[in-house]
């Protein structure tokens, strides 16, 4: 634009020359004349046009200087404010030590109130008459002595990580894992969900224990980014603890705090479960989504689903059994798989799949010739007992990711406080 600029004066210049120059030239004085008033009148005007240029680019000059100056004022007022508060935040941390130990001291102490509080209400429920019935006599009887092994196992922490790798096909390298947790018995003995799940989500425990999971799985995956292993985890996560108006925000504010694993961990739920969400679960979902983590439905009954609303809820991954896979794909004898889509022809599932999103993993895989069939159908991931069994994360492993004593607190509060007032 200056340079334009630049052209046009010049022109200007040569043409006003040019007029004084044919003015003298008519006015009958001489060619001679004409070309020097030409000339000197063109030189009068780059003279003029220098020493305008000369004062502006001056003062341009001393206003950059200027500039410069105050932003190397501002920069040095910066370092000193950067400086201060290095030297406020080392003294905190330093002082703060050992109030980080007094607080942790002050939960533990909680802790331990809570528990003793879940004992009396044990022993209350122990101590009501017995039913008339001998079959409802033995049956509460087993119902109070497996709650007490509950809570006595979430009480010392005895709830164990186990990971099961979820790999690629046909390549079989671990992409990801599942996690599971069990509570082991003051014997060491392994309870299995099966056993306690249904006792647990009537005793409103199940968030204590989905607690328990996800603060390992964090500190699993952190664990794993440190040995450059770049795999997710798969983390089971109960209706029941997305409602509980007790445990999200808990559950919330921590993944909040967590955001850069949103990648890493991806919060699985049961198709029975999913389907089963009311609008306050929907809506947790949903700013669980919003924060970037995904979704991921497994114990698929049916394969004719409602992919646009996986889609809308960031399901982006869908566990189906090899065995389903198989029989409602590759066993229809020419029947279509999907009533709602009958040109979907078995080839083509995965890749429906993929248009919504949504990544299909075969799971539950046990032989060799699943793996044949499994392939056939264009699915690239795999999960079961025959690329590897849930195993347990080793006991030094497993004392680094135990959580803060106030982590399951309010949820063991809760679910005393149901016990209680219903």
């Known amino acids: ?246 445990f999200f925000p808990q559950f919330l504010d921590f993944l909040s705090e967590n955001r850069d694993l949103n990648q890493a961990l991806i919060f699985e739920l049961g198709q029975a479960t999913f389907d089963a969400r009311g609008a306050a679960e929907a809506r947790n979902m949903a700013k669980l989504a919003d924060l970037g983590f995904r979704f991921s439905i497994d114990k698929v009954q049916t394969l004719d689903l409602d992919f646009a609303d996986l889609q809308r809820s960031d399901v982006k991954f869908m566990k189906v059994a090899a065995d389903l896979l198989i029989e409602q794909l590759l066993d229809m004898d020419g029947a279509s798989a999907l009533p709602s889509l009958r040109d979907i022809s078995a080839a083509d599932f995965a890749g429906l799949t993929r248009r919504y999103g949504i990544e299909l993993i075969a799971e539950k895989c046990e032989t060799e010739r699943q793996i044949v069939d499994i392939l056939e159908l264009d699915i690239s991931m795999g999960q079961g007992h025959l690329f590897g069994e849930p195993r347990a994360i080793k006991e030094a492993v497993l004392a680094e990711t135990d959580p803060p004593a106030d982590f399951i607190r309010s949820t063991l509060r809760s679910a005393d406080h149901r016990r209680r007032f219903g």
């Open 1 to 246: 634009m200056r340079a334009l600029t630049q052209g046009f004066l010049f022109f200007t210049y040569l043409f006003l020359a040019m007029t004084a120059g044919a003015f003298l030239w008519s006015a009958n004085l001489g060619a001679g004349a004409a070309v020097a008033a030409g000339f000197g009148v063109l030189g009068l005007f780059l003279a003029l046009h220098t020493l305008i240029t000369a004062k502006a680019d001056k003062a341009a000059l001393r206003k950059e200087i200027e500039q410069v100056r105050e932003a190397h004022r501002l920069l040095a007022d910066a370092m000193d404010s950067t400086q201060g508060a290095l030297t406020e935040l080392a003294q905190a941390i330093e002082s703060g030590a050992v109030t980080s130990n007094e607080a942790l001291s002050g939960e533990v102490r909680m802790l331990e109130t809570l528990i003793s509080q879940m004992s009396e209400s044990l022993d209350h429920r122990m101590a009501q008459p017995a039913p008339a019935s001998a079959f409802e006599a033995r049956h509460r009887e087993q119902a109070n002595t497996l709650l007490a092994t509950i809570h006595e196992a979430l009480a010392e922490n005895r709830v164990d990580l186990y990971l099961q790798p979820v790999v690629s096909l046909p390549q079989r390298r671990t992409i990801f894992y599942e996690s599971f947790t069990r509570l082991r018995a003051a014997d060491d003995r392994i309870m299995m969900p099966a056993e306690y799940l249904s006792v647990a989500e009537g005793e409103g425990l199940v968030p204590a224990i989905d607690n328990l999971l996800l603060f390992r799985c964090a500190q699993i995956v952190r664990r794993l980014a440190r040995q450059d292993r770049k795999v997710g985890v798969f983390c089971n996560v109960a209706l029941s603890s997305l409602g509980d108006e007790t």
